[in-house]
């Protein structure tokens, strides 16, 4: 299996401080398991899992095969959909979604596809057990679940984070295109992109080396309760390997996506009243702890947890996927991009 691939030998001590860090925290119960890809420039710094895909028959996961939940980074994987269908001249970003979606009940104000993208519509987020809904039900179908709900603000003044916004897209995204959703995002973003392994999670249909899903239960884990993802899979219902999610990263990084100018639209924070939303249209746009700006997205969801980040002017992209929901890793994460930060050569003299 791909471990440390260190470019350079004095890079390896950086390198061996996350790998060690990561290990240990399988070791002290943070999480079953979970599998890291880490480039630069291209190249590899670290292909590795960690822990177990399986706590039962001990599998080690593997970045290439095991499939995760990736959670909201199918949001980023949608808008790159939407970017494409923009650039086709099948949807605008600035028209109202009852131009695609006639049928979705009148709101006391219109909204923009932008607006949806960039969570600024006033669309609510969960409440109660609908973040963990296990019922089936097509994109359309999953209007029920919020349909009926006012807006929280009048579109355009504030900036609300959600799912059920990228339910509204994948069914916009389905009627301009006259195919459906997924079918759309395979043809235009994930056969061109070479990502094999990615796929909508389907109950009863497992299509490869699935890892499987757990929740904290006192000191260890227990199995996940079974969940259905699939009304809302732009917002939260791929399957995917880091080595896939890091070739998306790859290829916004060296500009293998669309029209230059679209894609710094979608990678431009939104503002409201001069202010940042830090959030572009279906990616998270900031700077991390050490002021260093990156766009990609954080994801958590039943049985996940995941970081998807890249590092435009360091060159370098972070896929971090794990079998766990909520663990407490945020430490260690900060631990594995500062190491990696310094093997690459910018921080320090390796």
Not at 83 to 105: K, N, T
Not at 265 to 277: A, M
Not at 287 to 298: K, L, M, Q
Request: charged share 20%; aromatic share 12%; net charge neutral.
């Amino acid at each position: 299996m791909p471990t440390l691939v260190p470019m350079n030998i004095k890079w390896l001590k950086y390198l061996a401080v996350a790998d060690n860090r990561l290990h240990q925290a399988v070791t002290d119960g943070l999480v079953p398991g979970m599998v890291v890809s880490v480039s630069h420039n291209g190249q590899p710094l670290l292909h590795k899992g960690y822990g177990y895909a399986d706590l039962d028959s001990k599998q080690i996961p593997d970045p290439d095969r095991t499939l995760f939940r990736i959670a909201s980074i199918s949001k980023p994987i949608a808008a790159t959909a939407l970017l494409h269908m923009v650039a086709d001249g099948l949807i605008e970003l600035d028209a109202s979604l009852y131009d695609y979606v006639p049928y979705f009940p009148r709101k006391s104000y219109d909204f923009t596809i932008r607006q949806l993208a960039g969570h600024t519509a006033g669309i609510r987020g969960y409440r109660g057990k609908e973040y963990g809904l296990n019922k089936t039900m097509s994109i359309r179908e999953g209007l029920q679940v919020f349909q009926d709900d006012p807006l929280l603000f009048k579109p355009g003044t504030a900036f609300h984070y959600n799912s059920f916004g990228w339910v509204l897209l994948s069914l916009a995204m389905e009627e301009a295109s006259g195919i459906p959703f997924s079918d759309y995002v395979a043809a235009r973003v994930l056969l061109p992109l070479k990502m094999k392994a990615t796929c909508p999670e389907i109950q009863g249909n497992s299509p490869g080396e699935q890892a499987t899903f757990y929740s904290p239960s006192g000191k260890g884990f227990r199995q996940a309760p079974p969940v259905n993802n699939e009304y809302k899979l732009a917002g939260g219902g791929y399957l995917s390997t880091t080595t896939d999610i890091a070739l998306l990263g790859q290829a916004y990084l060296y500009g293998r996506i669309g029209p230059p100018a679209l894609v710094a639209e979608f990678l431009q924070s939104q503002k409201i009243n001069g202010k940042p939303t830090w959030y572009g249209l279906g990616w998270e746009v900031s700077h991390d702890a050490s002021s260093r700006p990156y766009y990609g997205h954080t994801g958590n969801s039943i049985g996940a947890y995941t970081k998807f980040l890249v590092y435009p002017e360091s060159r370098m992209v972070f896929v971090i996927l794990m079998n766990c929901g909520g663990p407490r890793i945020e430490g260690e994460i900060k631990e594995l991009i500062d190491s990696c930060f310094q093997a690459a050569g910018e921080s320090g003299n390796p």
